[in-house]
């Protein structure tokens, strides 16, 4: 490979706990930092340096390799550039370029690496940083009291008549990979600068910067609205999970040992109209218990249930009817979801799924488990204009008004009196 990502991300942090793992706007930093990197054409694949198995799951679920950081080389005292060299030692080939990012800074411009790793592999630089130019007035203190750093504090030109400077952001770093194992450092030879938004130039070191970071996101990294992102697929079927989808994921238990689930009838409305529209709509779950296709029965819809493997049994359902993978949209909450997600064409999420169910998601509704995710994804699909809603849709005969949710108690146990513990994973 000639271009490589490389991110560093140990689980010790003094100033913000765990702040590899802190979502922005949902997403971990690690995650958003893999993100940025795969979302370059330009880097052919990301690797993450961590001594922390939480952060490696998550780096692997974003799409990356992972290198096991020992842990001399991950204490407050070690460096970037050492987690660097260990990572190019441990992989078995020399890429031309490396990309050096740091996933303390969420908001990293995919097009910023490709032009800065341009610069690199056209050999007008050896290393390229991120940055933002600025004209500030800067100080330093002395035994003799504060003096102009870049200025006469006598003079004060206008910001037109001032020279500018550059400020690290710190975002990313990408270098000559022989160039680096030669200087072992991440400035050598030529150093060219990167400019990047200053909006988006934040590096998280504290609980204020991150509470900054998400309060700007929805600004500076606006999300594509569920509506559009819809309109990207031609929706032919519509899947959904159970436990954690059809129900808030609880479970309240009688004095005789039976299990029973809550479930909204805003969702079973939801199912309704999408049946009535002309969509196949699925129940596909790992729980074993009857519930899951009494409810399914309920609602009048194909059930799946009992399947270890979700991405293969809906490949199977899906060929035996004809529906492409890349048209159905699927509905999830938790980690058992994620092999289906990632072979839907619309991956959607509950508002209270997994950090890393989040991530993988296209949408992400407002609406929690059992409590009107199911329909607000159908009013969604449904609230959109005819021609856009897939070819297998027809116009629905019962008004899309959404009642007040109210709720359904079902038995876990259903034609049995005791059953087994449930799964809480569904």
């Known amino acids: 490979m000639s271009v490589i990502a490389i991110i560093p991300a140990r689980g010790g942090s003094k100033g913000v706990a765990g702040k590899n793992l802190r979502p922005v706007d949902g997403v971990p930093l690690v995650v958003r930092a893999v993100n940025a990197a795969l979302a370059s054409p330009r880097i052919e694949s990301a690797v993450v340096t961590t001594d922390d198995e939480a952060i490696a799951a998550a780096a692997r679920s974003a799409g990356a390799e992972v290198v096991v950081r020992p842990s001399e080389l991950a204490g407050d005292a070690a460096t970037s550039e050492s987690a660097l060299l260990h990572v190019l030692e441990s992989i078995p080939y020399l890429p031309r370029v490396i990309v050096f990012i740091q996933a303390t800074s969420p908001f990293i411009d995919p097009a910023d690496l490709d032009e800065a790793v341009e610069r690199v592999l056209g050999a007008d630089y050896d290393v390229v940083f991120s940055a933002v130019e600025t004209y500030a007035f800067l100080w330093r203190e002395t035994p003799a009291g504060a003096e102009g750093v870049n200025h006469d504090p006598a003079v004060r030109p206008m910001r037109q008549e001032r020279e500018s400077h550059y400020r690290e952001t710190g975002a990313f770093y990408v270098m000559r990979a022989d160039g680096f194992l030669h200087a072992r450092h991440r400035f050598f030879g030529r150093i060219g600068v990167q400019l990047v938004d200053e909006r988006s130039a934040i590096d998280i070191d504290t609980l204020a910067e991150l509470e900054v970071a998400n309060a700007v996101a929805p600004i500076v990294a606006p999300r594509p609205s569920a509506t559009d992102v819809l309109d990207s697929v031609c929706i032919a079927a519509v899947v959904t999970d159970f436990d954690g989808v059809h129900t808030d994921d609880s479970v309240h238990v009688a004095a005789d040992g039976t299990e029973y689930v809550t479930v909204s009838r805003s969702d079973g ?5 999408l049946r009535e529209a002309g969509y196949p709509v699925l129940i596909l779950s790992t729980e074993e218990n009857p519930v899951v296709a009494a409810r399914a029965r309920k609602l009048q819809v194909e059930v799946i249930h009992a399947v270890q493997d979700k991405a293969e049994a809906l490949a199977r359902w899906a060929a035996e009817r004809g529906i492409p993978l890349d048209r159905i949209v699927y509905l999830g909450n938790d980690v058992n979801d994620l092999g289906v997600m990632r072979r839907v064409g619309m991956p959607v999420a509950v508002a209270d799924a997994r950090a890393d169910v989040l991530d ?29 809603r897939g070819a297998r849709a027809v116009v629905a005969s019962t008004p899309a008004s959404d009642p007040a949710i109210q709720e359904e108690t079902w038995p876990y146990a259903s034609e049995v009196r005791h059953s087994e513990p449930a799964s809480r994973s569904m």
């Open 360 to 388: 993988a998601a296209s949408i992400v509704l407002t609406a929690p488990g059992g409590r009107g995710a199911v329909r607000e994804l159908a009013d969604l699909i449904l609230d959109r204009p005819l021609a856009r």
């Open 269 to 273: 409305m939801g199912v309704r109209l």
